[in-house]
């Protein structure tokens, strides 16, 4: 898939903004600085991609993509804070912002114009890390970066809307107060939320209704 469907686009928004209400119900009016995670959360997948040149290191692409749906998360929130948690408001720029993605291949920063094809992946975060101290989203420059990763909309959308689901499900189930279970039948929660993943259809509206109900079922709580 080359660009967000509208159906995508309004559910992660929805996702988004009830968890951010969970973790704090005035996080409009507090105004966090989700920029600021962007810039952490980069960092941490340069880390994960290796960069130091005095040692070998390999890339875990299974982490680094992780840290990417992390990076999702908040330019979500970001997004969202924009527009006051105004959630078709904030739907109609980031399809916006997705549509003009597909062409965009470069941008200015810094008195310099930087063209994507020409940066590494690291350079890519490393920019990404640049826009996001300077308080910048630029879509097109993720989208680099999620290619560059392995990851599509439609498979970044299957991630963030599955991650979002499980930590939803585990606060719901005791998380915060450490009670609870992380293991289910010998198995961590994160191997049967892929089981999960793979038997469901994501275009569906109710998938995580059905997600998290398939959550549920296995729980051993």
């Not at 969202?80 to 980031?94: G, I, K, R, T, V």
């Not at 308080?135 to 990851?151: N, P, S, T, Y």
């Not at 499980?166 to 998380?175: A, E, P, T, V």
Request: hydrophobic share 40%.
């Amino acid at each position: 898939m080359t660009t967000l469907l509208e159906n995508q686009a309004h559910l992660m928004l929805s996702l988004q903004s009830r968890m951010n209400a969970k973790v704090d119900p005035l996080w409009v009016q507090k105004r966090f600085p989700y920029l600021r995670a962007v810039v952490i959360e980069a960092a941490e997948a340069i880390e994960h991609h290796g960069w130091k040149w005095w040692k070998k290191q390999d890339c875990d692409l299974a982490q680094l993509q992780m840290e990417i749906i992390d990076i999702w998360h908040f330019l979500l929130s970001e997004i969202l804070l924009q527009h006051e948690d105004d959630q078709a408001q904030a739907s109609a720029a980031l399809l916006q912002a997705t549509g003009a993605a597909k062409h965009g291949s470069s941008l200015e920063f810094d008195s310099q114009t930087y063209h994507f094809q020409d940066l590494s992946l690291v350079a890519k975060l490393e920019l990404l890390i640049g826009l996001s101290s300077a308080r910048r989203v630029d879509i097109a420059l993720f989208k680099a970066v999620m290619k560059d990763c392995g990851l599509t909309w439609e498979s970044l959308f299957k991630q963030y809307v599955s991650k979002n689901v499980l930590n939803f499900f585990r606060q719901d189930h005791g998380y915060k107060e450490g009670t609870y279970h992380k293991l289910w039948q010998g198995r961590e929660d994160n191997e049967h939320l892929v089981e999960l993943m793979e038997s469901l259809d994501t275009a569906d509206l109710s998938y995580p209704e059905l997600l998290y109900s398939g959550l549920k079922q296995r729980y051993p709580g």
